[in-house]
């Protein structure tokens, strides 16, 4: 059990990040890690915490992106397990913090790829990931200049440490997408 509640890790959360872009990517990658944690039969509050709070703070520290999270992640009590999580995604870009854990590893591999996806839905017609299928996905994958920020070296690299091959990376994650999407609408509606 974590010592601090949802409501407190979301307004810490858009305490440091007021962009509503930032808000809808923690509230995506928190709704996805807990897809996943039901999945693999994990603690799907704490993966889903962990996702939460993994960009607490990009906004504000961009430059300094996981190195300021510890502090702002202790201001809510967080154990240091779960700062470590946290900082774990930034492995090999801002941090060396290897992920270790699945749920480190699903994160690490989940990040970039919510970002690709969440995308992709914007230039559909219908807006929305429901008609997406992984051969549209895999395509936009594999377009370097789309959603260019969206690294697919960290992608591959996530698919690697979790075992698994990539197609399988991009069908879990767009499915747990998928299974989160209109949650997410409303939560974000809510703002």
């Known amino acids: ?110 990040d970039e790829l919510t970002g690709l996806i969440g995308a992709a839905v914007l230039m559909r017609p219908s807006r929305s990931a429901q008609d997406m299928d992984v051969k549209s996905l895999k395509k936009k994958f594999k377009d370097k200049r789309f959603a260019a920020g969206c690294s697919r070296e960290v992608i591959q690299q996530g698919a690697d440490m979790l075992g698994i091959e990539l197609d399988q990376l991009l069908s879990d994650t767009l499915e747990a997408y998928k299974a989160c999407e209109d949650e997410i609408n409303a939560e974000c509606g809510k703002e």
């Open 1 to 110: 059990m974590l010592p601090f509640t949802r409501d407190q890790a979301l307004s810490l959360l858009k305490k440091y990040n007021t962009e509503p872009f930032h808000v809808r990517h923690g509230l995506t990658v928190e709704a996805v890690m807990r897809q996943f944690a039901l999945k693999n039969g994990q603690d799907p509050e704490l993966w889903g915490m962990v996702g939460l709070l993994h960009d607490v703070d990009f906004e504000k520290y961009p430059d300094r992106h996981c190195l300021e999270a510890p502090a702002m992640l202790r201001e809510i009590g967080a154990p240091e397990d779960f700062i470590r999580a946290v900082c774990s995604h930034g492995y090999g870009l801002c941090v060396d913090i290897k992920p270790e854990s699945d749920m480190e590893k699903t994160l690490f591999a989940v």
